[in-house]
């Protein structure tokens, strides 16, 4: 509790003593020349405050600005004071004028009163306000537990946040740069438009007429307001310039990733002419390559080609030695062997039916050759004949008369049944040997002789072909 009086004065005290009322000092307000300072003995007692409370740095601060002679806080910076104590401070000197003071003591003695009183009540005024704008007690700050030193997810996080922001506006920034020097300026006036109303002359008031506040309540809102933005221009400011020094910081990483790309790219140029030099050596054996590849081919080719030949011939050769009809067999060859068809050329006639098969050439061959030893014996005597002749005929049936050397030798029968069992055996040149032995009209007698040459031959050469074939797929020419 604030207390201008003596500690003998206050009804509580110890050495208290009831004396009477004082009388009213007459005070003269002649206008006279005031000191611009009051003395130093006629400053208020300072206002002592409760021993519990904890705030006793920022209520002194107030004490200070709300003294008598409302000179000394203009002094104070302007940002550490709110819109209520520049209008306390505007209001002070109106509220209780300094009376002017006369030459004396007289004159010192009303301006020490009137300085005692002013302080007095601007005294009480502090204690019954500063409780209400005294700060609540901040809670207990609870320190967050430490993060891992192994955890960098937060850093991560971070990182990965400011390189997807988007780069600052240098145009907004220049703008906001303005606004905020805008916002300064209009400070510094309203600033010195206080001062200026600090240091001029209060009008001494009418009686009848109330006292009108120094400082307008609209101009009070409007400083608060100004200084609220640029308090928010300052914070904008200053998370913008961290934003440029977290973009300059990516710019210069940006920057050595690009000298380290760029050193990547010029050894990777060396390696690819080092590599260009490998691919020109490599180019005589790639083509050298390309042609084996290419023989080859062609080998495999001919390959194929040979072995689909081989397969037709000896289709054609199986339906030839069967018997059956080979007219598909006799095309498939032809266009297999191309130019050298030629040789197919007799077969032509016998590819509708195809040739017999031994068992039935064995049968007409044994026929055949009965007819013409049948047709070469001698004709029986007739009864009209002579006894000679009947003789000499029964002797020529029972004695033959051959030559001593020459086919006539041998007995033309047996070579007749050797023949036909060659024939049904299949050796169809052996047959023919044999066939040849025989006497000339018996032969001439024989028509299967020529259907026997003509199905030799064609076995012959279909034989012949296979095995051609067979020797080209092989490497071999026979």
């Known amino acids: 509790m604030v207390r201008d009086d003596p500690a003998s004065d206050h009804p509580k005290a110890e050495d208290f003593v009831s004396r009477p009322a004082r009388t009213p000092p007459t005070l003269d307000l002649k206008a006279e020349a005031v000191a611009d ?38 002094e104070a ?52 306000a500063l409780p209400e704008k005294a700060p609540a007690a901040l809670p207990p700050t609870v320190s967050a537990p430490a993060p891992s030193p192994m955890d960098v997810s937060p ?36 600033e010195a438009t206080v001062a200026g109303l600090k240091a001029a002359p209060a009008p001494v008031p009418a009686p009848a007429a109330p006292t009108a506040p ?43 990733a690009a000298a380290t790309a760029a050193s990547g790219a010029q050894q990777a140029g060396a390696q690819v002419l080092a590599l260009g030099a490998r691919i020109d050596a490599v180019g005589p054996r790639l083509d050298a390559l390309k042609t084996q590849i290419e023989d080859a081919a062609a080998t495999a080719t001919a390959f194929n080609r040979a072995a689909a030949g081989l397969v037709v011939l000896a289709t054609f050769r199986d339906a030839v030695v069967s018997g059956r009809p080979f007219a598909a067999e006799l095309a498939a060859a032809r266009t297999t062997l191309g130019a ?99 006497p000339e009209g018996v032969l001439a007698r024989l028509s299967v002789v020529r259907d026997i040459e003509a199905r030799a031959q064609a076995v012959r050469v279909a034989g012949t072909l296979y095995q051609q074939q067979l020797a080209a797929i092989s490497g071999k020419v026979p």
Do not use: C, H, N
């Open 155 to 190: 850093l991560q996080s971070r990182i990965a946040a400011l390189e997807a922001r988007p780069a600052a506006d240098p145009k907004a920034l220049a703008a906001l740069s303005e606004r905020l020097e805008r916002s300064e300026a209009a400070l510094k006036s309203l």
């Open 77 to 128: 910076p302007f940002e550490t004071k709110s819109a209520e104590q520049v209008a306390e401070e505007a209001l002070a000197p109106a509220a209780a004028p300094v009376p002017p003071a006369r030459s004396g003591a007289g004159a010192f003695v009303a301006a020490l009163l009137a300085g005692a009183v002013a302080g007095g009540g601007v005294a009480g005024g502090l204690w019954y």
């Open 340 to 438: 050298g068809a030629g040789q197919l050329a007799p077969f032509s006639a016998a590819a509708a039916e195809g040739f017999a098969p031994p068992a039935k050439l064995a049968a007409r061959l044994a026929q055949e050759g009965a007819t013409a030893f049948g047709a070469l014996a001698p004709a029986p005597a007739t009864p009209s004949a002579s006894l000679l002749d009947r003789l000499m005929a029964s002797a020529e049936s029972l004695v033959k008369v051959r030559p001593a050397a020459g086919p006539g030798a041998i007995d033309a029968e047996a070579l007749l049944k050797a023949a036909v069992a060659q024939v049904k055996a299949g050796q169809l040149e052996e047959a023919l040997r044999t066939l040849r032995q025989l």
């Open 37 to 74: 300072t009051p003395p130093a003995d006629a400053a208020p007692a300072a206002p002592e405050t409760s021993a519990s409370s904890g705030d006793a740095a920022p209520f002194e601060t107030d004490t200070a600005v709300a003294s008598p002679s409302g000179l000394e806080a203009a």
């Open 214 to 256: 120094a400082v307008p309540p609209g101009l009070v809102k409007t400083v608060d307001e100004l200084k609220a933005a640029s308090e928010a221009a300052r914070a904008t400011l200053a998370a913008a310039t961290r934003e440029i020094e977290a973009l300059r910081t990516a710019q210069a990483g940006l920057q050595t």
